[in-house]
């Protein structure tokens, strides 16, 4: 095992967090995202990508974080990070796409109990930075058996058309 650990990090509201890179598959921003009616408030809603149904979660709503108020210029740098989780793709909303970063493994540390907005649980650990720490999330933890059943239903709307996701209309651009 490498003594390195490579990273995808982000802004989400005022935090700095880092997911494997080997759980993304993308990166994206501004495209049109389908609200899906009676989802849970953390679901944003799905986005068809080439033609595959992604789930795209709010993690601000989920864990209760404020969007970052961002320049312009930052702006251009939101939008989703695609992720493989349990052998689907999810998209999760993000603030700001900062980079990709190796990590020494040796550096990171237990995640303390109220470090951030998000529970302990769902930290794989905390990496001491020059401007702070960086949250690393764990991916495999963020939702149960049963939120992931409702992220695999939500992929059922595959099979609808286009016309039929029209009927949404208030879709968002993100």
Known sequence: MSDKKQLVTF??????YGIDIMHVKEIYSNHTVRPIPHAPAYIEGVLNLRGE????????RRFGIAKALLSEDDAMLSGFVIINLSGMKVGVIIDKILSVMDVDRATIQPPPQMITNIG???IEGVSPQDAGYLVILDID?????KELGRLRMLRSF??????????????KSR
Do not use: T
Not at 54 to 59: E, T, Y
């Open 53 to 60: 149904i992604i789930p795209i979660i709010n993690l601000h």
């Open 120 to 122: 302990a649980e769902y």
């Open 141 to 145: 933890r963020l939702f149960d058996v």
């Open 158 to 171: 595959k099979s609808a058309s286009e016309e039929e996701l029209d009927q949404y209309p208030q879709a």
């Open 11 to 16: 802004q989400l509201g005022e935090e700095r």
